[in-house]
């Protein structure tokens, strides 16, 4: 097929045109430099093929089925594992823990008038001579024990689980050959994704690692400011001192901003920092799952990234079993086709032809002792109407600082355990049924719109081979009708031949009417929070 030249507009904000064979062969470093010199059009006519770097700090391309274009990725299938797993545990965790006040605590120290930055200056000092580089040795993670932490998420159904890579701290949290503020050098002085790997896969669990590297170029701009009031008026926060540039970034004129495309810098010099070092995570620890926090970021650069990812796991295992997830955000490039959606705390509408993912917390996504929980019924909920969707849920569960569970945490895994222990059937390896489910109450589709109150009457499908499985959203008491699965309805004109109550022993009885299946549930049921009801056919 024949390729033609496509124009672009350089640094200098002049209009080049290129060859887009000349252009995927190219090294990113030279794409790079020639964007921000103005030497585009020469440096390409000079570049055919995969380059051979001589550099070996640069990561060399992976040859193979993939390349850096959107016509390319959109062949992606996404792999049966992931399909079949349905559920995961993340643990979105890090140096942002140590102050126990939640999430973007690393920026918000740096916010006069955010609760984060007065916390701060209370407890720590002022930022400009307590700064997060001084954070970072109070997290020693001192309790952390992956082995007995991932037998608790194997036996409560995690089928995959997610080790947070980097966050937009900066803060690698394995042992980084580009960035010296790495967990294996300060803090714990450990590799924690290492550590977190070999338990996930002691226990048969598939391993993803998050990186959130993107955004925090413009995401940690505050660091670089300083007071506006006495008495430290004009004097400069710690990430102004160039001696700590490369945790603080040398950004000083691109803040972020909530506006569209503000999330990603126009940086190119971090742009290819971004790609040295996830690529650096990907290599060396092999993930199965990679997810940004965002969409794609950095255009024919991230591309790149994700084709070596899904080029990689070919050359391992023969067929292609990686994951990549981004978010439908505004920010960064998204195409549904080849990047499994993830739906921060939220959901999306029905069916959804392709597999998918929400990504949530059951508190706030560091440990923060201000903020509430969610109980087992939410999220035991949030999962059956999930999966009746063909989506996947991505559960982070809470971690304090040191390591160990916050006791919410932990009966939270104790009641997913029991739970998992009878009614993992109608989750794990099930696909969706002509319709995701009925009954009065619907979650509002999208990010961010996770609250909502189920009822028993709430009725949530999937299958397993000729296996219809009804999960309440709720605990049933006395009948539980299904309109559904009345006599002559559209989806499945069989009569029904048997219900299961899984994990209930006795008989079931029901009956198949012109307005419901009626099945008339037991005073006592097998588990709390939902139950779930197998139907066969004649």
Not at 12 to 19: I, S
Not at 69 to 75: A, F, G, I
Not at 119 to 131: A, D, L, Q, T
Not at 391 to 412: R, Y
């Amino acid at each position: 097929m024949c390729l033609p030249a496509a124009p672009i507009i350089n640094g200098r904000g002049l209009m080049v045109t290129f060859d887009r064979r000349k252009f995927l062969g190219a090294s990113i470093a030279s794409i790079a430099a020639a964007l921000s010199t103005g030497a585009f059009a020469r440096t390409f006519a000079r570049t055919s093929g995969r380059p051979k770097l001589d550099d070996p700090d640069k990561p060399k391309s992976v040859l193979g089925r993939f390349e850096p274009t959107v016509e390319s990725l959109m062949t992606y299938q996404t792999p049966e594992w992931f399909r079949d797993a349905k559920f995961g545990i993340w643990a979105h965790w890090g140096p942002q823990a140590v102050p126990r006040q939640g999430d973007w605590y690393a920026r918000f120290m740096y916010v006069p008038g955010h609760p984060h930055y007065d916390y701060h200056v209370k407890n720590y000092g002022h930022p400009s001579e307590f700064g997060y580089k001084d954070l970072i040795p109070l997290w020693t993670a001192d309790k952390f024990d992956p082995d007995a932490l991932m037998k608790k998420y194997a036996a409560a159904g995690a089928k995959y689980f997610v080790s947070m890579g980097v966050h937009h701290d900066n803060f690698d949290l394995w042992n980084s050959r580009h960035h010296r503020w790495n967990a294996a050098a300060m803090g714990p002085k450990r590799d924690i994704v290492g550590a977190w790997k070999k338990a996930a896969r002691r226990r048969g669990l598939r391993f993803g690692v998050s990186e959130h590297l993107g955004a925090s170029y413009c995401w940690w701009y505050p660091n670089h400011l300083y007071d506006q009031f006495w008495p430290k008026l004009g004097i400069g926060y710690d990430g102004a001192d160039p001696h700590y540039q490369d945790l603080y970034h040398d950004n000083r004129d691109q803040p972020f901003r909530n506006t569209p495309g503000s999330w990603y810098t126009s940086n190119h010099d971090y742009q290819l920092k971004w790609y040295k070092r996830i690529r650096d995570l990907v290599d060396n620890y092999q993930p199965d799952l990679l997810y940004s926090d965002g969409g794609l970021p950095f255009g024919v650069i991230g591309r790149s990234l994700v084709a070596d990812l899904y080029n990689s796991s070919i050359a391992r295992s023969g067929k292609l079993e990686a994951v990549y997830n981004c978010k439908d955000s505004g920010s960064g490039e998204f195409h549904k086709e080849w990047a499994v959606q993830d739906v921060e705390r939220g959901v999306l509408k029905g069916i959804n032809p392709l597999p998918w993912q929400t990504d949530t917390s059951n508190a706030d996504w560091f440990f923060n002792e201000n903020y509430g929980y969610k109980t087992t019924d939410d999220v035991v909920t949030m999962l059956a109407d999930i999966v009746s969707k063909n989506g996947n849920l991505l559960l982070n569960v809470v971690l304090h600082a040191d390591g160990s569970l916050p006791p919410e945490s932990e009966q939270l895994l104790a009641d997913l355990t029991a739970w998992m222990a009878v009614n993992a059937d109608a989750i794990h390896g099930t696909r969706p049924w002509k319709i995701h489910g009925e009954g009065p109450t619907e979650a509002a589709a999208g990010m961010f719109k996770e609250k909502v109150a189920y009822t028993a009457r709430d009725i949530r499908f999937t299958t397993k081979g000729d296996r219809l499985f009804a999960t309440t959203l709720g605990e049933p008491a006395g009948n539980v009708a299904i309109a559904s699965l009345a006599k002559g309805n559209p989806y499945d004109g069989r009569a029904v031949q048997h219900v299961r109550l899984l994990g209930h022993r006795g008989a079931m009885a029901f009956r198949q009417t012109g307005q419901a299946l009626v099945i008339d549930a037991p005073a006592t049921l097998p588990t709390r929070h939902a139950s779930v009801f197998e139907i066969s056919f004649a």
